[in-house]
């Protein structure tokens, strides 16, 4: 069983309905600017480019890449028996019945695919009675097992007391959480000179200071049935991890610089959060192999991010089992840890 965990979704409709994508950019907001455009020598394929700020590019959905035949021939292709379906960004601010749009959709997509395609939930997480009910129908109408929700919301990441009222109906659904980079972080300004610094290292910071703010708050005390994953790594948060939970000082110190609360915030760390690549092959064998060492197999998983490079889905599996790791650990990281996580059978 191979499971990719990170496929992305749109309707291809939004392409061909005018008023559609009229509504769908006119709900673009939090500075975020939107466009449908024509894509130049592709004979009249449209493409929606999302810019934060205005000028600098960071999303991008493509006509035709969400089309459900060709969706699971690239899953034969690379060997891939089931997919998880999420939304590619826009859910920081997509209203409620777009949400519905997109869960039902999603739903279908599953049904067709006689469920290889597996939906996670989108709601906004405001925890209005309209949205927390939009919620339960999605766990018990829809089978979905688990929600996902942007790194932050505006400039409001999600220990943010706003979303209290949401993660409390989370945690009484038992529902996971999977958590999505924003592109820059909630203050962007010096990641907008450089694109590879704004759409690639911009989303590691941006998860980083999602999974730090979630721990060290007291997110997990009040929703201990919540774990939640987040992509990109974390943002490479293995790098960190030993750095963000330090022992004990050995000598008693004067003044006491850094939180050390005898391993319990480390503890929620390792109860509550799980990694997942987005796709593995840019991080490189070497990097993977640490976090592996890091964070463990157990809390990483497989996903490529598809369509944003389809070889990141071809030729992805093949990656993961050439790392330097047990046959055990790549049995977690490409389908156990998805299995558990969202509850796939």
């Known amino acids: 069983m191979i499971i990719d965990a990170n496929l992305y979704w749109v309707p291809e409709q939004l392409f ?7 509504k769908f950019l006119g709900e673009v907001k939090f500075d975020w600017h939107g466009r449908c ?30 089309v459900l035949d060709g969706m699971l021939t690239d899953l034969d292709a690379a060997g891939v028996d089931k997919a998880v379906l999420k939304v590619p960004g826009c859910h920081e601010w997509m209203d409620l019945d777009f949400c519905r749009m997109f869960n039902d959709g999603m739903y279908e997509y599953g049904k067709e695919s006689n469920g290889r395609l597996i939906p996670l939930a989108v709601v906004p997480p405001y925890g209005t009675p309209e949205s927390l009910a939009e919620l339960e129908r999605c766990k018990n109408e829809l089978g979905m097992n688990a929600v996902q929700l942007s790194a932050h919301y505006g400039d409001a990441y999600l220990d943010d007391e ?6 409390a109906k989370v945690n009484e659904l038992q529902m996971n959480v999977y958590v999505h980079h924003t592109p820059i972080p909630a203050e962007p300004q010096s990641f907008l000179a450089y694109n590879n610094v704004r759409r690639s ?3 590691c910071v941006d998860q980083g200071l999602a999974v730090g703010r979630e721990v060290f708050s007291d997110l997990f005390i009040k929703y201990p049935n919540i774990k939640m994953v987040h992509s990109m790594l974390g943002g490479g948060f293995f790098a960190i991890a030993n750095m963000m939970f330090p022992q004990q000082a050995k000598k008693t110190e004067d003044v006491s610089r850094f939180k050390s609360d005898g391993g319990e915030t480390a503890a929620r760390f390792r109860e509550h959060i799980y990694f997942e690549m987005s796709h593995a092959q840019p991080w490189g064998k070497t990097q993977l192999e640490c976090a592996v060492k890091v964070l463990g197999a157990d809390h990483i998983i497989w996903g490529t991010s598809y369509p944003v490079r389809k070889e990141w889905l071809t030729e992805g599996p093949a990656f993961v089992q050439a790392l330097d790791v047990t046959d055990e ?9 998805a299995e558990a996580l969202y509850r796939i059978s």
């Open 201 to 203: 290292y911009g989303r």
């Open 162 to 167: 706003r979303f209290s009222a949401f993660f």
């Open 37 to 66: 455009e024509e894509i130049p020598g592709a004979n009249g394929k449209k493409q929606v480019v999302l810019e934060k700020p205005e000028g600098s590019q960071n999303l991008n959905y493509v006509q035709g890449d969400y």
């Open 16 to 22: 061909t309905d005018d008023a559609l994508m009229k």
């Open 329 to 337: 650990e790549k049995e977690l990281m490409l389908h156990g840890n």
